[in-house]
């Protein structure tokens, strides 16, 4: 079985899997929303995410289908934001409130501060996380072919146990699957969350 992780960062965020062959961890290339996939300077860091987000304002029939409990407990249908490198290209073209450079600071200490709006409504830091988290696990489906079952996420060690509470909340997998655990991992990631569910099926 695949072993996978997560660093979610205020910046930049990254998955990676378990490699067999070499007995080491390799980064999960997502061409489509990491930050520049042409360039190779690692001080850019170009091959991780950047942890902005573009919520949908008009979403379309399956998008809004893919919100129906029974559906996102089974599967990942439709859009609920841009994430990565195009929100960030769609900022650009104009100041929208639907957009949040970051949010992994405001998800550790105030998850329900509003971040963003969709017509009349707030959204919070809770939900922003939520839809980025959704859209980072479909891209990953789309890239790899294969289904996330375990997940190891990382922790801040300053704000450790009201984080490994908000990352439980975020709710994109199947509840009935849930089981998470603190796990320590090697330096200079000290602390972490052990996220053991199922995952929805991707469409």
Not at 11 to 30: C, F, K, M, Y
Not at 105 to 116: F, H, K, N, Q, V
Request: with cysteine; net charge positive; hydrophobic share 40%.
């Amino acid at each position: 079985m695949t072993g996978w992780a997560l660093d979610l960062g205020t910046t930049n965020s990254g998955i990676a899997r378990w490699d067999e062959a070499t007995g080491q961890p390799q980064l999960v290339e997502l061409p489509d929303v990491c930050r520049n996939p042409e360039r190779d300077d690692p001080l850019e860091a170009p091959r991780m995410v950047p942890s902005a987000v573009h919520l949908l304002e008009k979403p379309g029939v399956f998008d809004r289908l893919g919100t129906w409990p029974p559906v996102a407990r089974r599967m990942f249908l439709g859009r609920r934001a841009l994430i990565g490198r195009p929100a960030l290209e769609r900022k650009r073209e104009a100041a929208h409130p639907a957009f949040v450079p970051t949010f992994k600071a405001a998800l550790s200490s105030e998850s329900t501060r509003p971040l963003a709006r969709l017509g009349r409504r707030a959204v919070t830091a809770r939900e922003v996380a939520r839809a980025f988290l959704r859209e980072l696990l479909v891209a990953t489906k789309h890239a790899t072919g294969e289904r996330l079952r375990d997940l190891v996420v990382t922790s801040p060690v300053s704000a450790f146990e009201t984080y490994r509470a908000e990352v439980q909340r975020l709710d994109v997998h199947q509840p009935d699957a849930q089981d998470l655990r603190a796990f320590d991992l090697a330096p200079p990631l000290l602390q972490g969350l052990v996220a053991r569910r199922s995952l929805p099926a991707v469409e």
